[in-house]
């Protein structure tokens, strides 16, 4: 099994600490002085507790900060050989990228795309290389004073992913990155994707981990800026071992004339608290937001969206389906706001919740902040357990009670997972499902 | 004994009410029965306790299916001896399509005779599944859609139908497959089970009007009523039953105690 050969550690967030994570940094000034100020913020921060409106149906009082591994730089990882595989499907791929346990440990990209100005890269290596397309969007679409795991992240952040599309250029193949864990017990990641006027591309963001670990921690931030008429399809798959303490704050600007796919695809962590966001920030702007989740054993997760129109003429569109087994717990928190100004604005909110246990539980949230007036939102939220007499007609041909437990699954989640345009994650959703569910999957008709 | 469906003073009660009352039935393989009666008389009640649906208790009786009480099966079981239900009310499954129900339905049954069994070969089962689909007079694209889901009334009865071309039941169960069709519906749905028919099935048909025996011949007609079998006979007691309609029953058999 891989090791990790731990050179430095130190843990928690005093002065101590960040002073010896910025000396294990070979840095810019401008990126220290951007941590510095994250750092100050996130001092001046409390740790959320249950009094806190977004914290309030998910317990951290368990997590000591003080106990995180902050600092630790390691040495001489391998990846698991059916981790290092999947981002180097080069006949599928436009790129491939795999960061495991904090270390830039493959990179590849078709080199005409990189010719022409494509920049996939691991987040370190785009500082260096490409400041100039990174400084003025790092830290300015998740700002550290978002809440205390976005001022932990930009303060404590290790690595990350640098994805920039340059203008008109349309990438046909995805690019796809692993971020993996094995073994550590922190890690603090960062993934910026600008995708300029004009420009396409597939980015599918993969987290790995077994559920071998003890308890582990991740803290990620995502940032998006799709500009103008650019289309882009975030595909990202949480697959974290199910011990794992997991925070994110993501955030996407959609800008004039312009697409966000985003699908997520929840199955892994122990306790997830993630913060979605679109801001549609130019007139025109569409955002999908489909959400795949499926959680059980003891999982809790708890998804804070936000449908933020800015501007008029903007559309999004939100579809979240969860299903819990055993004592699984999930928390959807939704929120559509529409500014003053954002005439016309077209929101849409749903949430479908399917219990397959009498212990298992999930709390549906929707809401609305409308500041305009001439606009359509809507929103619904259901919890609703598998259907008797849907059982008993599968039944009555042949399928035993888990199989048809199984096929009412997966057509719950089907009209999501057929809107993914990658087979390869499709699949590899069907066979976590599969596993969850506790039965062998079919073959594809 | 092995080719007969018996059915065997079978009491049978629902939210504690007593629906059915001692019906005594048998059908043999080769045989159509038609099951008539007025609304309420106990017909679907039969039909779901026969497919083992949990929500009827049996309060005594047996049916007795290829050597056994298949009372005390589930309805995955029952499926497995061949036993087929045709809904009234075919249930809709979201996002679950045709193709995909049906190969699941098939290779579940292959695997319950043998456990090494890797499922129907892909290009086998569209090949079988087109030579159904034509069979009904449905297209190929049937099939890609969520089963029952946005169905008009005749598309759910042509599944049902469908669905026992692909599954090749000994013993089908159909509960009022003509209901809601218009006279075109019927005849469709009526061509789909004579060429199913043959000697290696029986069915047992249910049905309000006699609209549908003019296309599907019935051996045996019987009648419902108060939850009993009250008569019995050939073709000749539905033309009868047409004639006279239910209220003659009304007058006859009414007030009877329970026994």
Redesign the interface.
Same mark, same amino acid.
């Given at each position: 099994m891989a090791e990790t050969h731990l050179i430095r550690e130190a843990r928690g967030i005093g002065p101590e600490a960040f002073e010896a994570f910025l000396e294990t940094r070979e840095e810019p000034e401008w990126l220290r002085q951007a941590r510095r100020e994250a750092w100050q913020i996130l001092r001046e921060t409390p740790k959320p507790g249950p009094n806190d409106e977004a914290w309030r149906r998910t317990d951290i009082r368990a997590l000591a900060i003080e106990d995180l591994a902050t600092v630790l730089v390691g040495d001489g990882a391998t990846p698991p050989e059916a981790m290092r595989q999947i981002p180097e499907r080069r006949d599928d791929l436009a790129g491939g990228l795999l960061l495991f346990n904090g270390q830039s440990l493959l990179r590849w990209v078709d080199e005409r795309l990189e010719r022409r100005g494509l920049i996939f890269t691991d987040l370190p290596t785009a500082i260096r290389e490409h400041p100039d397309q990174v400084a003025p969007y790092l830290g300015q679409i998740v700002r550290p004073g978002d809440g205390f795991f976005a001022a932990m992240n930009a303060a404590f952040w290790r690595n990350g992913i640098f994805l920039y599309v340059p203008r008109d250029l349309e990438v046909t193949l995805p690019l796809r990155a692993v971020i993996g864990l094995q073994g550590v017990p922190t890690d603090f990641s960062r993934i910026l994707i600008v995708v300029e006027p004009g420009a396409q591309v597939t980015f599918i963001d993969e987290r790995l981990a077994d559920d071998a670990v003890g308890a582990a921690f991740h803290n990620g931030t995502v940032e998006i800026h799709v500009k103008e008429n650019a289309r882009l399809t975030y595909i990202a798959l949480q697959n974290w071992g199910r011990y794992m303490w997991n925070f994110t704050h993501e955030r996407a600007f959609v800008d004039r004339d312009s697409t966000l796919d985003w699908v997520v695809i929840g199955m892994g962590g122990g306790i997830t608290k993630t913060f979605l966001e679109v801001a549609l920030i130019g007139r025109g702007a569409t955002a999908y937001m489909s959400g795949v989740f499926f959680f059980d054993g003891q999982q809790h997760a708890d998804y804070d969206t936000e449908q933020d129109h800015i501007a008029p003429y903007t559309k999004s569109d939100l579809l979240y389906k969860v299903a819990l087994k055993d004592r699984a717990r999930s928390v959807w928190q939704g929120m559509i706001r529409a500014h003053p100004g954002a005439q016309k604005t077209d929101a849409y909110q749903a949430n479908r919740n399917l219990i397959l246990s009498p212990h298992a539980r999930a709390d549906s949230i929707p809401g609305l902040e409308i500041m305009a007036n001439d606009l359509r939102c809507t929103h619904g939220a259901t919890v609703g357990q598998i259907?008797?007499?849907?059982l008993?007609?599968?039944?009555?041909?042949?399928?035993?009670?888990p199989?048809?437990t199984r096929?009412?699954v #997966?057509? $719950?989640?089907?009209?999501v997972l057929d809107r993914i345009p990658v087979p390869d994650i499709r699949r590899q959703a069907d066979t976590i499902i599969h596993r969850k569910l506790g039965v062998p999957p079919? #073959?594809e $008709? | 004994m092995e080719d007969a469906l018996i059915i065997r003073d079978l009491h049978v009660r629902v939210e504690g009410k007593p629906v059915l009352r001692g019906v005594n039935l048998t059908v043999r393989k080769g045989e159509i029965h038609a099951l008539m009666g007025p609304n309420g008389s106990g017909k679907t009640t039969l039909a779901y306790v026969l497919?083992?649906?949990?929500?009827y208790t049996v309060e005594q009786g047996e049916v007795l299916w290829k050597g056994q009480n298949i009372l005390e099966l589930?309805?995955?079981e029952?499926?497995?001896l061949g036993l087929?239900?045709a809904?009234q009310y075919?249930?809709?499954?979201?996002?679950?399509?045709v193709?995909?129900?049906l190969?699941?339905?098939l290779?579940?049954?292959r695997k319950?005779l043998n456990p090494e069994d890797k499922?129907i070969p892909?290009p086998e089962?569209r090949k079988l599944l087109r030579e159904k689909l034509a069979l009904l007079g449905l297209e190929d694209s049937f099939a890609a859609r969520?089963v029952n889901d946005g169905f008009s009334g005749g598309e759910k009865k042509r599944l049902e139908i469908l669905?026992m071309a692909v599954?090749q039941p000994e013993m089908a169960i159909l509960d009022e497959t003509d209901s809601g069709l218009d006279i075109d519906g019927v005849r469709t749905v009526a061509e789909g089970i004579n060429r199913i028919f043959g000697p290696h099935m029986g069915i047992l048909l249910i049905t309000h009007y006699q609209r549908i025996l003019n296309y599907v011949k019935p051996h045996f007609v019987h009648v419902m009523y108060n939850g009993r079998i009250v008569a019995s006979g050939g073709p000749e007691l539905a033309l009868e039953l047409e004639e006279k309609g239910y209220e003659w029953l009304r007058e006859q058999f009414a007030e009877q105690p329970t026994a």
């Open positions: 259907n008797e007499e849907e008993f007609y599968l039944m009555s041909r042949g399928l035993s009670r199989v048809a096929l009412i #997966e057509g $719950f989640f089907a009209p079919e #073959e $008709f | 497919m083992g649906h949990p929500a589930p309805p995955d029952r499926a497995h087929f239900l809904f075919p249930v809709a499954v979201p996002g679950v399509t193709a995909n129900f190969r699941t339905a290779n579940e049954r319950r499922g892909i089962f969520y669905q599954l």
